[in-house]
């Protein structure tokens, strides 16, 4: 029996969903088969068998969620299917556990199992009406250890369960009591949102700080090189590709800010992965252009047009949303001028590009001319690095927008 | 709140009822100028006289017959059975004509008289002097059988006893006298007859007792608290008429009971009060009921470590809680 558990579906996930089981108990699978279908906050995916064998049982019902790590169905290895033949064979085949497993027949229930799964299931009136009370579901009921004689399930074993699984919903009800507003239900992407941005304010002193870009060349570049690099390449050119491209400059300058807090000390990342948030239904999806810093202006837009459009679609892979070391947010989108991101952990830094407004600015001579602004926040790890770095690498990105000109290669 | 002993309760108690009402009077063997063998009504007999603290002859179908006759005629006798071991020659007496005067008058009659008896083992008294009563009265409808444990619940339900219509059955465990003392609040203090009582609360399993075994009991509860268990102690106090409601309730609450008392075994009291659950608290149950009770032996022997075993101590009773805890 090999019991098969919920996989880390990425960083910082702590939790899955079961979407849908892809075989039902006593079906074979094949190694690297697709079991079932997970939800997690960034990603849906297919769980491979992780071995050959006959699914044995499932532990987790389509549409619950469970941490990282429960285990979710037991695989008995390379046995014969037996959907629906099974509790005949053993009465008539002599128990010998052992060998039956590794000659590859089905072994009978090993009597122990028997006598323990017996002990479970012999509940007591009290246990049975709480049961009924708390609409305790049979899954649920397997997933409590049972403290009494032989593992019987005691009343205090459900109460202390019913008391634990009451916690959420307690606070629920208050605060609906409070605010008479009717709560939505957490989606996992919420929940996992929420608990990635409690994590990363409580641990991470943020600090922020803010530069003004002067993006005229850029904007005028732009419009330029728009509508011939659409029909090239059947992609609009956006302003995101060339922010990444200047970001990816800056990290280069200030490497301090590619790299990830430890206790053991910071580390230093070799590659410049960007993560680029894209704005989705029911929440936020960051993927991730890896190593970014061997991208063309061009190919930067590639990937993260393909990228958004699966973002969108639902259709990103774990590897799409893993590894980011740095990430570029695009608030300025939505006219926003000033914004304070959250810092992804665990990452040191993340940017917001601000909306391109046109301004009055004083420029060289003392001539007051109208230019494209933008603002770029940054906000960072205070642990990893200070102010100067921050601002040197605010510095760098914007140094390479102003002095942005034809010269600078698309491709 | 003054701290009392059992026997300074009931002598208090009997005291009062008599000077508060002049139709109760004591009769017993012993009980005027020896003041009682137990010194229960010492003192009474100086101060209330020879009418009405009432030295008997040895005769205990002649004290309870006495009681009889004065509660027909409108007096309120106090009737003291030296011990309760001795109480045979008045079964006559009290069953067939204490016990079932009101309903075979359909009620013309009370016969409001109380029958005081030392009962219970544990002070190395052996076969005359050791014996529960109580399953045997119980049985008998028509009699209330009180057994109290503290001596504010002695007091009380002496009192409730003396001023209750009916004949009733007043057990003093003889091992509680000076063993067991207590708060006994100043006043008429009256408890109420068939109402038990929850000495203490708990949530983990229930112990139900009455007499004696209420002390070992709570000391029992102390001691499963030490070990995370949390026991609720019912007193039952009253044993006929039997408090229905307050059994279930502790049932219902903790799921898991454990009946004691030192009577023998078979019909006993533990027995009425598991079948009383059974019949209305079986879904609150989280493990099988259990008794811990006196041997089905004929009496309780002399030899010290035979009345050891013969008696639940705290030993066993704690053994058995923990059985139950661990159902």
Known sequence: ?411 | MPQKTVIEAIREGMDEEMARDPSVFLIGEDVGQRGGVFLASDGLYKKYGEYRVIDSPLAESCIVGVAIGAAINGMRPIAEIQFADFIAPAMNQIIEEAARFCYRTAGDFNLPMVIRAPWGGGVHGALYHSQSIEATFAHIPGLKVVAPGTPADAKGLLKAAVRDPDPVLFLEHKRTYRLVKGEVPDGDGVVPIGKADVKREGKDLSLIAYGLMLTYCLEVAEKLAADGISAEVLDLRTIKPIDQAAIVATAKKTGKVLVVHEDTRFAGIAAEVMAIIMEHAFDALDAPLMRLTGPDVPAMPFNHVLEEAFMPNVDRILAKAKELAAY
């Open chain 1, 1 to 411: 029996m090999a019991s098969v558990k919920m996989p880390q579906l990425g960083e910082s996930i702590t939790e899955g969903t079961i979407s849908k089981w892809l075989k039902q108990p006593g079906d074979q699978v094949k190694k690297y088969e697709g079991l079932v279908e997970v939800i997690t906050d960034k990603v849906n995916a297919e769980v491979p068998a992780p071995l050959a064998g006959v699914l044995k049982e499932i532990k987790v019902k389509e549409g619950t969620t469970v941490t990282v790590g429960t285990e979710i169905a037991v695989i008995e290895e390379s046995a014969t299917a037996t959907r629906a033949t099974t509790p005949s064979a053993p009465a008539s085949q002599p128990s010998k556990p052992v060998v039956a497993a590794k000659s590859g027949e089905v072994p009978a229930r090993a009597p122990a199992a028997a006598e323990s799964a017996e002990g479970r299931t012999r509940l007591s009136p009290a246990v049975r009406a709480l049961i009924e009370e708390h609409r305790i579901s049979d899954a649920e009921l397997s997933g409590i250890s049972g403290s009494g004689i032989g593992g019987r399930i005691s009343k205090k074993d459900i109460e202390d369960y019913v008391a634990k699984r009451a916690q959420p919903a307690a606070a629920n009800g208050e605060q609906r009591q409070r605010g008479a507003g009717t709560p939505v239900p957490l989606s996992p992407m919420r929940r996992a949102i929420a608990s990635n941005m409690v994590r990363s304010k409580q641990t991470i002193p943020h600090a922020w700080t803010v530069a003004e870009v002067d993006m005229s060349n850029v904007v005028r570049f732009r419009q330029q090189a728009r509508d011939g690099f659409k029909q090239k390449e059947g992609i609009d050119l956006t302003f995101v590709p060339i922010i990444v491209k200047a970001v990816v400059e800056g990290l280069k300058a200030v490497p301090i800010l590619n790299a990830s807090w430890s206790d053991d000390g910071v580390v230093m990342h070799k590659d410049i992965n960007i993560g680029v948030a894209v704005s989705v239904e029911d929440g936020l999806i960051v993927p991730v252009i890896h190593q970014a810093d061997r991208l063309s202006i061009a190919g930067l837009a590639k990937v993260a047009d393909d990228l958004a459009k699966r973002a969108r679609a639902g259709a990103l892979t774990i590897p799409d949303v893993q590894g980011a070391t740095f990430t570029v947010n695009n608030p300025g989108t939505f006219g926003t001028v000033l914004s304070y991101s959250i810092i992804a952990p665990p990452q040191a830094g993340i940017l917001a590009m601000d909306a391109i407004v046109k301004r009055p600015v004083v420029v060289d001579g003392d001539a007051i001319a109208v230019r494209s602004m933008m603002n770029l926040c940054l906000s960072f790890d205070h642990r990893v690095l200070d102010g100067v770095s921050a601002a040197r690498f605010l510095q760098g990105v914007r140094r390479w927008l102003e002095g942005f000109s034809e010269q600078i290669p698309v491709y």
